[in-house]
């Protein structure tokens, strides 16, 4: 668990960086907090991992994956990322990023369940705890 005033800094340079990359009509589909990198000399944060990146449009558009087919570590992926029929943008981005800056503050997921079908229906239909409590 970090301190909120770190994970603050983290938050503004990696909603930066997916501005950047919603610039270019790309989603990274993958953040996680083991995607998050730090650099200890001056604090820098990049995000990293970026296999699952897609254009959204545009002439790079294309399939990389298969329809259905969940890419991503399953704690972190936003509820259209899950196999529900929303298209997937740069929201689910926000989103993912949202759940990994919650596992920053709290040391553990937004919404967990005890297997990967009980945590798929959370993260389609939960609301998570409040990070304070």
């Known amino acids: 668990m ?3 005033r770190r994970v603050l800094r983290i938050a503004i340079q990696l909603a930066e960086a997916l501005q950047a990359v919603a610039a270019y009509n790309m989603i990274h589909r993958n953040i996680t ?3 998050i990198l730090i650099r200890a000399s001056d604090d820098s944060v990049k995000l990293s991992d970026l296999v699952f990146a897609k254009a ?3 002439t790079r558009l294309e399939e990389i994956t298969s329809p259905g087919q969940l ?10 990322q899950t196999g529900t029929e929303r298209p997937i943008d740069f929201r689910s981005d926000i989103y993912s990023l949202g759940a990994s800056l919650y596992a920053l503050l709290t040391g553990r ?14 993260i389609q239909y939960d609301i998570p705890a409040a990070p304070t409590t």
Do not use: A, C, F, Q
């Open 56 to 58: 959204i449009s545009g």
């Open 71 to 80: 890419v991503g570590e399953l704690v972190y992926l936003s509820p259209e």
């Open 109 to 122: 997921p937004p919404l967990e369940g005890r297997n990967s079908s009980e945590t798929l229906h959370k």
């Open 33 to 35: 907090p083991h995607n």
């Open 2 to 4: 970090l301190d909120w």
